[in-house]
């Protein structure tokens, strides 16, 4: 998955302004991806030169211009692309299980820390896709064809 592949599932349904995109993003798809506010800029800006979206500046009085992003069809098609192709396993970055190889090393109490701490995190995920799926699953007839 790239940042490109969730800016163009962000604007799938309707268009937006740099700033309606950023809380769109915090409020689902920052929970499996990380961006910057400024990666997202950028990347708005070169989805634009590739033709994936339009910008339409909209002036407003006594407040910068406003520009609204909104998907090409060559941004659908890109979308529709990226969605049937199949996906690759995500390489394996978890520093915890390279302490695995030197476990003898590794001070019994260190362990258990880490252990702990290691759990913590996963529970509260667990614990933010369970909210995310109360919120926006709960009902699977209020959802969507979409959505579905």
Known sequence: MSLRAVLLITLQRE???GYDILQRFKAGLAHVWQAS?????REL?????DGLLTCETLP???RP???VYRLT???RQAL???LAEP???SPVRQPLFAKFFAWERWPEQARREELAALLKQLKNRLATYAAIEREWFSNPKALTPEQR
């Open 80 to 82: 529709d692309t990226w």
């Open 65 to 67: 211009d406003r520009k």
């Open 37 to 41: 506010h400024q990666q997202l800029y």
């Open 15 to 17: 268009p937006g302004t």
């Open 45 to 49: 800006d070169r989805m634009r030169g």
């Open 73 to 75: 069809e060559v941004g």
């Open 60 to 62: 407003q009085a006594e």
């Open 87 to 89: 996906l690759a396993a």
